[in-house]
């Protein structure tokens, strides 16, 4: 099961949400070869706005790996304008989605290119090589699967209603993906895993981000029928998430917010997980609820693009299965 | 039948199209009281691009009458960035339409407010309030009638491919305005018409921004319906348009591009036609082509603000009908 610590040049993929999720893909894109690195992202934030397909994750994915991501927020592009914007707010229309000026032509170029009958997929691949873009970034799948979540202050919920408009405050009770049991994992994601040496789950938020890529017809099962090695980082440092509702949401649904709670909730899918040092103190119980689980504790907070490429190193170094 | 000199406020009808008829719309706003102007805008030229719904006769003369337009091109707005324009260009699509990203919030609320099925009326009554225009801005119709142009190098053209794309260059051989016969002039429109004392055709393109006005259902008839004077500009001087096609497309269709085929054009319909200077010649053939046409000659460019206001002044004050 071991990923041989002599094989410098694996495939890798990695499943990725947002910011997170892309700080590491990125880390990854930068020290593996050009095409050693396919990035399945989730798709289940994707939602309609002034006629446009918006992929948050897709874009944040492909701006981060572009690296003209804005390296304030995470997502958007750096230096972008906001005239357009303004503008709107000066016909009175105030959209709690603020869209940059250069970032709107992504969303141009996407919904006309779906118009047109190009796959999720297609267009992806189109908007990576405009933007240089050495690695392969999917869309985990083609078919609409959109996350939606079930508050106590205002009933259901879409994604971006519930994360941008109300900033993740409302309480979650419950959540569901409108399209499960329908909608398929894509053919080159299932593809990218046949033909991967390493399964990476990304620090994403596990309930929000890699639970709507797992969600997927055939998702699950091509991961549990890999060959190799598939680990996740946690997204938790100390029970908190580095930003995002990820400790929250895992709280409000009876989930315990830690390194113990991420291991649970990934049981049965990975090999390895990796911890911040911050959770040292856990590994003794993570022993005890997961004794088949590789543990590699090291720093997990990526605040410069070195961290990026130093994490990314010591995963692919990493021997797993051999602690 | 003549407008009395007297009267100091009349309320004015204008029929136009871009920027020529936006100018005359300008001064008459600036000089009449509030709300004592309708501007009747030709959307013949509306079309879909980017899944949005653009009126580009209707924001010529929003933005003019709002002071906001661009004063180098007469259209778009002044100050307008095109980041977006440029990432579009950097994904490889270049768009023959340029797009400033403030114009587009334009577009963005008109298309939003369409698909919510609010009418191109309403609409355009929003977007005016909010860009604080006094004056009433009335598409011409709220139902789709679009200008078609029939060329001899490329065949059937649609109007901003005749336009923008091929800038003017075919040869127009025909033209035809698609819904011709279903669309209808909106009541708003022929309610401005009752109630006015003047009704002024701009200088405007007859066969590409007034004539796709007149072919509406009710609208010839409402002018002649009028117990007012009716007065045209001519957009010709000295037999050349002051920008776009009006005289050479006059020329391709065997029509006089002159005066006289301006006072030919519009003949039955008007009871006064400005004139330019430069075409002080023609007034004795004009007296003979059209012996009951009043004429007014005097300088019909506009280049500044003041042109503008002296030309719609010296048009109130004309007492049509007493020459």
Request: with cysteine; hydrophobic share 40%.
């Amino acid at each position: 099961m071991a990923l041989k610590s002599t094989d410098l040049n694996p495939h890798v993929v990695a499943l990725a949400g947002g910011v997170g999720g892309a700080k590491l893909a990125h880390g990854l894109a930068r020290i593996l070869p050009s095409g050693h690195l396919t990035v399945i992202v989730n798709t289940g934030d994707d939602f309609a706005h002034r006629g446009l397909h918006i992929s948050p994750d897709l874009d944040t994915v492909m701006y981060t790996l572009g690296e003209i991501a804005n390296p304030k927020t995470g997502w958007g592009l750096d230096g972008d304008t906001f005239q357009n914007f303004e503008m709107m707010e000066h016909y009175g229309v105030a959209p709690w989605f603020r869209l940059g000026d250069r970032d709107l032509a992504t969303h141009f170029v996407r919904t006309e290119g779906l118009k047109n009958g190009q796959t999720l997929t297609q267009v992806t691949q189109q908007l990576s090589k405009a933007l240089g873009i050495q690695q392969s970034i999917l869309p985990a799948t083609d078919d609409s699967c959109a996350t939606v979540l079930d508050t106590q202050e205002y009933g259901r919920l879409e994604f971006q209603e519930y994360f941008v408009k109300f900033r993740w405050q409302p309480t979650v009770v419950g959540i569901s993906y409108k399209g499960e049991g329908e909608a398929r994992v894509t053919d080159a994601a299932l593809e990218s895993i046949a033909h991967a040496d390493l399964v990476v789950i990304c620090p994403s938020n596990p309930l929000l981000s890699v639970e709507p890529i797992l969600r997927l017809r055939g998702m699950r099962e091509a991961i549990q029928a890999r060959r190799v090695p598939c680990v996740a980082l946690s997204p938790l440092i100390d029970g908190k998430a580095v930003k995002g509702p990820a400790a929250k949401l895992m709280g409000e649904l009876n989930l315990d917010a830690s390194v113990i709670g991420i291991a649970t909730y990934y049981a049965g899918l990975i090999d390895g997980l990796v911890i911040d040092t911050a959770d040292g103190d856990a590994v003794a119980e993570l022993r005890k609820v997961a004794p088949a689980l590789s543990l590699y504790v090291t720093q997990t907070l990526m605040e410069t693009i070195e961290d990026r490429e130093r994490l990314a190193g010591e995963i692919l170094k990493w021997d797993i299965g051999g602690d």
